[in-house]
């Protein structure tokens, strides 16, 4: 019960700052995303603690990860124009400048850390700013359509857990998370695409095929995050990614579903421009 409320209490106040952070304005949500990125890009560096990294191993992979955000955030936000984005090259090349000079670790075991947190926690922060440019992602733009995403990313979670602690019988992927369930994947599907439906009849910025097609999206690819992250907590060997919200874990463990659904979405909102 105490574990519950616990979830609860700090559940809530990650989804205020979440959707208060998206409805005030880019320029607080950047902010918010970039603490995600610094403590997440932290977090990929400790579910490679057999490696022993040393305090500079971990500050470089860090500094990668912000300057890398910063760089998109500024883009994103039109403080900096689109050929600055050139610059993210660099962020590429330095994993193999750091295996070139470390005696400790080799460029694979480097390239994990570095390449991991660049694709699955800065790229899709970042992306996500491009949500409220018109000139990017169409006439959807804006805190409602990154809202919407979110939202159904959390509607599919909550309820192929709930479906699946009330009819799961058949395990999804028991190699890696034993207790995620066929029927709490598909009762997850239903109700998020049951909400992007009523969601659709409501607004006039979004008709009934692209919500379809995004929750379609957001399930199939939200699922698969959350089946990586749960690979990479098991070969860590550890429960969470962290302890930053209680009784949710860390970073990964909150975001992992979004980080892996968002560059999908923005590749189906670029593509019916």
Known sequence: MKNLLTRTFFGLIFAVIMIGSILYSPLLFAFVMLIVCTIGSGEVTKLHK??????????????????????????????????????????????????????????????????????????????????????????????????????????????????????????????????????????????????????????????????VIIALTVVLFGSLGDLIESMLKREANVKDSGNILPGHGGVLDRFDATFFAVPFVFIYLIMIQ
């Open 50 to 211: 057999k490696l022993k990294f040393k305090y500079l191993d971990k500050f470089l992979f860090r500094i990668v990860s912000v300057f890398s955000y910063l760089i998109l955030a500024s883009v994103a936000l039109g403080y900096a124009e689109p050929k600055m984005l050139v610059f993210l090259l660099a962020a590429f090349l330095i994993p193999f400048l750091h295996g070139l000079f470390s005696k400790r670790h080799t460029f694979p075991q480097l390239a994990a850390v570095y390449f991991t947190s660049l694709l699955f926690v800065v790229f899709p922060s970042g992306l996500m700013l491009f949500f409220f440019d018109k000139n990017i992602v169409g006439e959807m733009a804006g805190p409602f359509l990154l809202l919407m995403v979110i939202v159904l990313i959390w509607i599919n979670d909550t309820f192929a857990y709930l479906v699946g602690v009330k009819f799961g019988k058949h395990r999804l992927f028991q190699r890696i998370s034993p207790k995620k369930s066929w029927e709490g994947s598909f009762g997850g599907l239903f109700f998020a695409l049951l909400t992007a439906w009523i969601l659709s009849q409501n607004v006039d910025w979004l008709n009934v095929t692209d919500a």
